[in-house]
């Protein structure tokens, strides 16, 4: 029986986590955690119902967990870092990083972002957890990881786009050109997809820049276009997603087909839904979405902003190592 939101696990009560305690301790180090008031947003608490709380619900999940093998994956904005307005600034905290190379010490962690595959590796500054750029059409595995890609640090483990490469570029040019002349649009080039961010782009202007982009992209076949928070996204047009990355790394593990893999998925956006629905089909795993108001989501559990992100990975590390420190 796959571990999904039972009627027992809505209404059991757990200590919800605001702030700092005994489980904000690493290996002897206090991370100080901001205090989170329960949400006040209309109708969130009614959503809440439907999906509870990763924290509050923390005991079913290691109950659930144990005895099998936990697969960590991770989306990067406004998961590990909060939403800016300057994409280039979307850093993580020191407290955040520290928790996801603890967290991947105990558990195969993956990060799988629209990014590109080098600038969410520059931002993570991590060498044990696997890259997915480009919503994983970029993917690098970590250097002791990849024993079958010839032993290279560097060596890309999967790029089933390579082939889109020139046009890309192409399009990359002709959206520049479009875009110029309206304030506030901004290109991020992420090597297999390109961004065109529009949260600085002033309301009125913003459904002529979608329209620009839309008739752009219509007339490339060999492209489509989604939509993030305040992004689009124009990307190859094959059949691959975030779902299919996650797919992949655990096939790339060994883990594809085990009965004892418990696949966990934390992310905040559209994109995000395609792993969500993988593990959903799994009906075994812990899809988790971002989110402090109410939206509609594939998901079975929240998580309200990165900082709860944060008090939930720090309760993960602590659980596996008090789990194995007991064993010992």
């Not at 109708?43 to 809440?48: H, T």
């Not at 957890?129 to 483990?157: C, M, Q, T």
């Amino acid at each position: 029986m796959g571990f999904q939101v039972s009627q027992s696990n809505k209404q059991k009560k757990v200590k919800p986590f605001y702030g700092p305690d005994i489980d904000s301790v690493v290996d002897g180090t206090n991370v100080s955690l901001p205090l989170v008031n329960p949400p006040d947003v209309a109708g969130y608490a009614s959503w809440l119902v439907n999906h509870p709380s990763a924290l509050d619900t923390f005991d079913s999940f290691t109950n659930e967990a144990k005895g099998k093998r936990v697969v960590v994956f991770l989306d990067y904005d406004g998961t590990l870092s909060p939403i800016v307005e300057d994409p280039d600034k979307a850093f993580m905290s020191a407290e955040m990083r520290m928790a996801v190379r603890e967290v991947a010490k105990h558990f195969p962690t993956s990060i799988i972002s629209g990014r590109s595959r080098e600038k969410v590796k520059e931002f993570v500054q991590l060498s044990n957890v696997y890259y997915g750029g480009s919503h994983g059409l970029d993917i690098l595995a970590p250097p002791r990881a990849a024993k079958s890609f010839d032993k290279k640090e560097n060596e890309v483990a999967f790029q089933p786009a390579k082939s889109f490469l020139p046009a890309i570029q192409e399009i990359a040019i002709e959206l520049d050109d479009t875009i110029r002349e309206i304030p506030g649009a901004r290109l991020e080039d992420n090597k297999f997809c390109i961004s065109v961010h529009y949260r600085q782009v002033l309301p009125e202007d913003q459904e002529i820049l979608k329209e620009k982009v839309k008739t752009l992209v219509e007339n490339r076949p060999e492209f489509c276009l989604t939509e993030g928070k305040m992004v689009l996204e124009v990307r190859p047009s094959i059949s691959w997603n975030k779902g299919d990355a996650l797919n992949y790394l655990l096939d790339t593990l060994g883990f594809n087909d085990a009965e004892d893999v418990l696949p966990l998925y934390i992310g905040d956006d559209r994109t995000d839904e395609d792993a969500f629905k993988v593990i959903a089909g799994r009906r075994e795993g812990f899809p988790i979405i971002v989110s402090s108001i109410p939206k509609d989501t594939i998901a079975w559990y929240s998580l309200r902003d990165p900082s709860e992100v944060l008090a939930f990975l720090l309760r993960l590390a602590k659980w596996k190592k008090s789990e194995t420190s007991f064993f010992k």
